[in-house]
């Protein structure tokens, strides 16, 4: 991933904050997340008062830039066939049922061939994922983006696109053709229609409007008014990318 069009250095992961969400609505939510997650420690069958322990988090990137550096490594390992498959061990496991510190929210496709977490070589609690066909967004895709940014300071916005996303094929044919697709995979096609370039054709079509759906995803996602604040302030980048099937190399899409 290049890293030419990042974002200046901001001076640090800052707290998060949401003008459309109280402090004491994202008290009870953070206090709900850790409740489930001490609950789910307490049902294994190995749990003791010792493994409750609250743990301190592990070093995160803390800026926009420090993100995509981590993502970039960690797709050349992936590529190169010298992925480390790192935070797995049972100490992380432990650590992580007290939080959860990731550095970087991916919104990608539901393509089983493209797990954010291969093909960025990360491990647990290192990325929220929000995976929809095609990066379609909707209020549910909205939200999960926006917990991570507000609730959760990550630093790094991803918008995910591949090589030959059959989502993608799907809406450029259904326009071609005019027959609607089942149930409810036409709102998918439907959804990504106003990013269909037209001034190409065939499978030349498919592979510029993947671009196209990147770019309009991500700029959708950047001018969401909280979001918009903090990549003003340098705390947040909001980049789209796209992931080759055939290199395995992830790259950016400007």
């Given at each position: 991933m290049?890293?030419?069009?990042?974002?200046?250095?901001?001076?640090?992961?800052?707290?998060?904050?949401?003008?459309?969400?109280?402090?004491?609505?994202?008290?009870?939510?953070?206090?709900?997340?850790?409740?489930?997650?001490a609950?789910?420690?307490?049902?294994?069958?190995?749990?003791?008062?010792?493994?409750?322990?609250?743990?301190?988090?592990?070093?995160?990137?803390?800026?926009?830039?420090?993100?995509?550096?981590?993502l970039?490594?960690?797709?050349?390992?992936?590529?190169?066939?010298?992925?480390?498959?790192?935070?797995e061990?049972?100490?992380?496991?432990?650590s992580?049922?007290?939080?959860?510190?990731?550095?970087?929210?991916?919104?990608?496709?539901?393509?089983?061939?493209?797990?954010?977490e291969l093909?960025?070589?990360?491990?647990?609690?290192?990325?929220?994922?929000?995976?929809?066909?095609?990066?379609?967004?909707?209020?549910?895709?909205?939200?999960?983006v926006?917990?991570?940014?507000?609730?959760?300071?990550?630093?790094?916005?991803?918008?995910?696109?591949?090589?030959?996303?059959?989502?993608?094929?799907a809406?450029?044919?259904?326009?071609?053709?005019?027959?609607?697709?089942?149930?409810?995979?036409?709102?998918?096609?439907?959804?990504?229609?106003?990013?269909?370039?037209?001034?190409?054709?065939?499978?030349?079509?498919v592979?510029?409007?993947?671009d196209?759906?990147?770019?309009?995803?991500?700029?959708?996602?950047?001018?969401?008014?909280d979001?918009?604040?903090?990549?003003?302030?340098?705390?947040?980048?909001?980049?789209?990318?796209?992931?080759?099937?055939t290199?395995?190399?992830?790259?950016?899409?400007?």
């Amino acid at each position: 991933m290049n890293l030419d069009d990042a974002p200046p250095r901001g001076t640090g992961r800052q707290p998060a904050s949401s003008p459309t969400a109280t402090p004491h609505r994202r008290t009870l939510l953070r206090a709900a997340l850790t409740g489930a997650a001490a609950l789910g420690a307490g049902l294994a069958l190995d749990a003791s008062p010792a493994s409750a322990v609250t743990a301190a988090p592990r070093p995160r990137p803390g800026t926009p830039a420090e993100a995509l550096r981590a993502l970039e490594a960690g797709n050349h390992r992936w590529r190169t066939y010298r992925e480390r498959h790192p935070n797995e061990s049972p100490a992380v496991r432990q650590s992580l049922t007290s939080g959860q510190y990731p550095f970087a929210v991916v919104l990608g496709c539901v393509d089983s061939r493209v797990p954010p977490e291969l093909v960025f070589d990360q491990g647990l609690g290192d990325l929220l994922t929000v995976r929809s066909a095609g990066e379609v967004l909707d209020e549910a895709v909205l939200g999960s983006v926006a917990y991570g940014v507000l609730e959760l300071a990550v630093p790094l916005v991803v918008v995910l696109g591949h090589q030959s996303c059959g989502a993608v094929r799907a809406a450029v044919e259904a326009e071609e053709s005019g027959e609607p697709l089942p149930a409810h995979i036409q709102y998918l096609a439907d959804q990504i229609s106003p990013a269909i370039d037209h001034t190409q054709a065939g499978d030349a079509r498919v592979d510029a409007t993947i671009d196209a759906q990147i770019r309009l995803v991500r700029s959708r996602l950047a001018a969401e008014p909280d979001l918009a604040a903090k990549v003003t302030s340098g705390q947040l980048a909001v980049v789209g990318a796209r992931y080759e099937l055939t290199t395995q190399r992830v790259h950016r899409v400007s």
